[in-house]
């Protein structure tokens, strides 16, 4: 096996130089017979899928060193992510493609490494590198890619379970036959991802005829003539674009009844409002002159005296006309006040369940549809269907209490994991932030899904460093950064251990961290 080999013949070491990580290959008993041509071959040719690799030699002894800047292992990345059933075919293939095609550089297969530990992975782009060593190894290919395959499938990696086709059966099943070979390998993987693919497309197409059916049944079941009027209740408001929007809410039991919202008035609705008591006070003053000029002659008859009948016919009419219009606008005002009142109880009623900005913003419109619609000549109405259960969560909005917020005479309750966790504390802009290490290996980088902390740092690699809790003892490690990692001021060796302990200063790329182990 191609993991005893390295053991007994090589010294595996890690360095690093100014802005690279090396993994370091020398021969331990001075024994091995390196291939001179395959040498000169790698390090002036760049091969696809093997790792760079240049020869250094120190106190006459030689070291293969090969560039791991900014990759993970194979077991890294599996120990971190589910593998998807394409991921783990694409991955096996790529490493199939790297072992044919590197024969047309006269490389031999069995000096591949086909071990998780020693193959290493871009975690940006799952780009996947090898580690070629030049030498006599004596190995058998095919035994090794079985051992790999098996012990992959079998032990090391995860699989996301959405995938039923039974492809790991397939592989497994081929892999153990007697007549297995790399070519033959890499033809099923090929055959695997094709059939993935044809199925992809015949579900693709099959959920676009069944989304198709479904959007015309919709379409037929709602239409104008089937609509219940006591089921859909249409109410309208004018927002600031000055669109009528009908707002449809159905009334069932878990929906609220319909309510009328008035976002705005406008000036015909006031006119309307008040053309009323205007029109009966004219009214009312057009009998008060007919009734003057039917009545003065006949006063006059009976007065002889004319100034007397004007004057009383004059008060008397007066009085009767002031007492009537009177009349008539207390009983409008009264009326005015009971209509604002009660529109004053509906809104206080519906205020914590929805508000008029809220409509507003529910069925604003987009601006550019707008305009285009109305450079086109469409109606531009819009329809909204509120149902209330959709915003009565956001309206009711229950703040969590923040630290440090709270009274003077209550006590905080820290939770149990900022006590009994390990952290690292940093400042930002001032301020003194935690990261509370909640994992027996927590990554720091700037890579989302494969890093539990994300920082912002552009120095930061990707996948830049590992805070490792095991056995009450503390560990950080770099993960082959471009730009390195420090306790309390001194580089560590990429892929190594270094404990660390409470109050030490970490530093990742230029980022200063202070580590706080757990209270006992």
Not at 308 to 330: H, T
Not at 356 to 362: A, F, K, P
């Amino acid at each position: 096996m191609i993991q005893d080999w390295i053991s007994s013949n090589l010294v595996i070491d890690y360095e690093s130089s100014a802005s690279n990580s090396y993994l370091v290959a020398r021969d331990k008993e001075d024994d091995i017979t390196f291939r001179n041509y395959q040498i000169e071959m790698i390090t002036n040719n760049s091969i696809s899928g093997l790792l760079p690799m240049d020869v250094r030699q120190k106190n006459d002894v030689i070291g293969l060193y090969y560039n791991v800047t900014s990759k993970i292992t194979l077991s890294q990345f599996m120990s971190r992510k589910k593998l998807t059933r394409d991921e783990f075919i694409g991955l096996l293939t790529d490493i199939l493609k790297i072992l044919i095609g590197s024969r047309k550089y006269l490389l031999s297969d069995d000096c591949f490494v086909l071990h998780e530990d020693y193959i290493y992975i871009n975690p940006s782009n799952r780009e996947v590198s090898l580690i070629y060593l030049p030498a006599d190894l004596m190995q058998d290919t095919v035994l090794n890619l079985k051992s790999f395959v098996i012990r992959v499938l079998v032990e090391k990696a995860v699989f996301d379970e959405s995938s039923n086709d039974n492809f790991l059966q397939r592989i497994l099943g081929f892999v153990r036959s007697d007549d297995f070979t790399i070519t033959d390998l890499f033809s099923l993987l090929n055959q695997l991802r094709e059939k993935n693919i044809k199925t992809s497309v015949i579900n693709n197409k099959s959920e676009e005829r069944e989304k198709i059916t479904n959007e015309e049944k919709v379409q037929k079941k709602v239409t104008p003539s089937k609509i219940k009027k006591e089921e859909i209740k249409t109410q309208t408001h004018v927002n600031k674009y000055n669109h009528s929007i009908p707002i449809h809410i159905k009334n069932d039991e878990n929906i609220l009844k319909p309510i009328s919202v008035k976002v705005g008035e406008s000036k015909e609705v006031k006119q309307a409002s008040t053309s009323k008591p205007i029109s009966v006070a004219i009214l009312v003053q057009i009998l008060v002159i007919v009734t003057f000029f039917i009545g003065k002659g006949y006063l006059l008859n009976i007065t002889g005296d004319a100034v007397s009948a004007y004057s009383g016919m004059g008060i008397v009419l007066f009085a009767v006309d002031f007492l009537v219009l009177r009349k008539i606008f207390d009983r409008y005002e009264g009326k005015r006040e009971l209509t604002n009142a009660s529109k004053r109880t509906i809104t206080s009623d519906i205020k914590p369940l929805i508000s008029n900005e809220r409509i507003m913003e529910l069925t604003k419109p987009n601006e550019e549809n707008i305009i285009s619609k109305q450079r086109d000549g469409h109606d531009t109405d819009f329809t909204a269907s509120v149902k209330m259960s959709d915003y009565m969560a956001e309206e009711y909005n229950y703040k969590t209490p923040i630290l440090g917020q709270t009274g003077m005479d209550e006590t905080t309750v820290l939770c149990v994991n900022e006590v009994t966790a390990p952290s690292l504390s940093f400042s930002h802009d001032g301020i003194e932030e935690k990261i509370m290490i909640t994992k027996s290996s927590f990554v720091i980088g700037r890579l989302h899904g494969q890093v539990d902390y994300v920082s912002n740092n552009n120095a930061v690699g990707k996948v830049h460093a590992e805070i490792i809790s095991r056995e009450d003892l503390y560990y950080v490690k770099d993960l082959n950064s471009r730009n390195g990692s420090f306790v309390n001021g001194e580089q560590i060796m990429p892929s190594k251990e270094k404990e660390i302990k409470s109050g030490d200063k970490i530093t990742i790329a230029n980022s200063d961290f202070v580590f706080i182990a757990p209270m006992d």
